[in-house]
């Protein structure tokens, strides 16, 4: 997959009860599109995503030029980033 200064990474959540990827997002990197989703599961605790993290999983499906906006994907296979449940946090 390449990258550059005008590249971004395309990230997926991928449901496993209905074995479905939702709609890309963008991000800087793996560790900013974990943080996004951890940010969301912590403000929205009635989200699917709080509810039932095992369910779930964010995956690296591609880069996005942001210059001429065309999409790579990373020929026929997804990347695993985390499983939504090795991101939440412990309550106090």
């Known amino acids: 997959m390449t990258k550059g200064n ?4 395309l990230f997926s959540i991928y449901d496993e009860v209905t074995k479905l990827f939702e709609a890309p997002f963008v991000d800087l990197n793996k560790g900013s599109a974990m943080r996004r989703i951890q940010d969301l599961m ?3 605790p009635q989200s699917p995503y709080a ?5 779930y999983k964010l995956m690296l ?3 996005w030029n942001e210059e001429t ?3 790579y994907s990373n020929d026929k296979t997804t990347d695993l980033v985390v499983a ?7 309550k106090e």
Do not use: A, C, R, W
């Open 61 to 63: 499906v591609g880069t």
């Open 84 to 90: 939504l449940e090795d991101i939440t946090t412990k």
């Open 69 to 71: 906006g065309y999409m």
């Open 51 to 55: 509810k039932f993290p095992h369910d």
């Open 6 to 9: 005008n590249y971004k990474f």
């Open 42 to 44: 912590q403000s929205n």
